[in-house]
Structures are given as C-alpha cells and as structure tokens.
C-alpha cells in the first residue's frame, strides 16, 4: 500500500512556484537574484484599505464569519458587478474564498466529474490543468498562435467541443500572455457558445483593472449564455492585496450554494480581517490606482524595447496584466558558454545560474517555445535584469 493518493501523486508541482524558491535559494547564498518569475504587484496596498483592516482589529472582527463571507462584502461585490461590468446578481450568488485560486478550487471540485472534459486554450495559467486533473477531469488543450495574440477563435472553440464537455475556461486579460480579448470576440465566442447549453464557462477576470486599452469587457453580458457564466474575480492584482488571499465568484445560484457547501467542510469562511479590508477597496473605485497601472503600461513599454534588443527573443505587445510569453525558441539546440539548450526549462536555469533572473519555462503554461516573465518590479531591477540575461546570451555559439 503506498502512502500518498493517486490524486496527489498526478498533481505536478507549481513551476512557477519552484522558480521562485530556487531564486530565493540562491539569494540566501549571497547571489543578487532578480525575480521575473511570480505575478505580485510591487505596490504596497492602499493605505485606506489598510486602515479598514486596522479599524476590523480594533472592533473585534475576528470571529468565524459566514462560509460565503459576509453580508456586507457580498452586497459591495455584487454592486461593483454593477457599476463596472452592467452585471446583477443577488448576494447570494456571490462566493468569497481565500484567493481566486481557491475560488477555482471550488469550482472545478463542485462542477467535474470523472471524464467530464475541459476546454482550456493554451497558453494557460499553471492552475488550471492541475485543478482539473484533480477533479478527475479531462483537460482539452487548445493550441492558439501568437500571430493571433494567443486568443482561442470561434472555430477552435466549436471544433474542441463534444457532448463531454463540461467547461470552458477563459481567462481575460491573461496570464501569462497579457493579452485581452475585445468585446466583439467574446461576442463570437457567445455565440458558439449559444449552442451547447450543455457547456459552462469559467471567466477568469483576476487582472480585470490592469488594462491598457480600455474598458474591461465580460463575456458574462451575453444574455444567451449569462446563466452558464462562473465569473472569478479577487482583490490580489488590481488592489495590490496578494497576501491577503481574498477572491470570489459570482454564478448560478445552483454553482454558488455548491461551492459554499465545499468551502464549509473544507476552509470555512475566508479570514475575518482580510473581508474587512476586501470590504473597503471594492467599495472605493479609487483603490485600484491610476499610478499602479500607468507605471505598468510604462514598464511594459520599456521591456518591449528591453527584450526586442534582446537576439532570439520574439514577442508581442501585451495590452493588460503584467507578462511577456516572449518565443525562444531560436537558443534550442545551441550552445551557450559552453551549455547545451535543449528547451526552454534549460534556457530558463542558464539565465537563473549565470545572470541571476528568475524566469519561468513556457513548458509550464502550456507553450513550451516560450518562457514567461513579469514586469511587476521596479524600472531598475528591470533594466538591470535585461542588461545580464542580453550579456550572458551573447555567448550562444
């Protein structure tokens, strides 16, 4: 008899989880690491959402709160769906968890069944296949190119569908390409969708306020498929609150109960204070920061020149979040100082050991010609980061 389930033992390790402990390992070492590896705003949380914590302490919130969360947040969430995405939904179809990966967590758990297959357009973000192979599940990868900015079509979308399919995962704007889908592709994905009631839909929409081109649009609008739409969102990215791991859905009442039924045998409700604080910036438009995403609009410019500068890096503009999904496949095969690049995962430790950025294989997102960067850092550590990965791939021979 083996100690561990099957279940654990399919689930692969978070790479871009590993990456960034081997860049902290080296760091303790003594090494002057860069990490281009986690997708963490490094701007501090807002001091009026900090406040609201504090406030949350002094009264003694710090009881058990309800396993969808509380009253009060339930109510704030489904009225920012209103202002800012034109949607309604009642409080209780809202779901608060310990972070938008939790979120998915309940979601995947409370929807799929054995064989029960899932749509998910590659490149993907790392969770998604592991959360539905813990499901049971059947991941269906959907390859998409990056002339086309990695967006799955209408006529992929159609063809990858069967009577098993239970899902459709979408993720806008995306991590790890940053790319974002326009209103009137999600229209003609709507409109594929219209003829398979049998499918649902998983919107991931964590990087919602990182946009650079404009309103945020939710496939969710559609009133063809609105009943079959599983919206997650959170606090992490467009409030620079990661650690306070506060995410939610808004579904079918039916998805919504099933998910609180799990989350109350399996966490309870979300931490007390956190609420609190989740509380007073989706209450407050003005949490997410202009400067936040200016700044990132500007860096993301600047690392476009950065890695155009750089010999086999080819990439596109993202227009939202905070990465680059740059095409590297030009090192595969040769040798650099020395060192045989066989794929990306090699590219990637080169860089780690000899320029001390932290990156992450694209083998891990589900595009393994590429390596996934973040620019969430400041203008300095990433010119500096660019500066040694261009100097130390100077050497390909």
Known sequence: MTVLSNRISRLAISQTLAMSQQSRELKAKGHDVINLSVGEPDFFTPDVVKDAAKKAIDNNISFYSPVPGYADLLTAITNKLKRDNNLEYTPSQIVVSAGAKHSLANVMLSMVNEGDEVIIPAPYW???IEQVKLADGTPVIVDTLQSNEYKITPEQLENAITDKTKLFMLCSPSNPTGSIYSADELAALAKVLEKYPHVYIISDEIYEYINFVGEHA??????????????????SKGYAMTGWRIGYIAAPQIIASACSKLQGQ???????????????????PNSTSKEMIDTFKRRRDMVFELLNDIEGFKTNLPKGAFYFLPDVSYYFGKT????????????????????????VPGEAFGEPNTVRL????????????????????????
Request: a negative charge.
């Open 266 to 284: 399996m966490t309870s409700g979300a931490c007390s204070v956190a609420q609190m604080a989740a509380l007073e910036a989706i209450q407050n």
């Open 336 to 359: 650099i100082n020395g060192v045989k690049i066989n794929d990306a995962q090699d590219l990637c430790m080169y860089i780690l050991n000899n320029a001390y950025v932290a990156i």
């Open 126 to 128: 790392v969770s998604y």
């Open 374 to 397: 973040s620019y969430a850092a400041s203008d300095e550590s990433l010119k500096e980061a660019f500066r040694r990965i261009k100097e130390v791939l100077s050497k390909v021979e």
């Open 218 to 235: 939710s496939i969710a609008v559609h009133k063809s498929i609105f009943d079959r739409v599983i919206i997650v969102n959170g606090v």
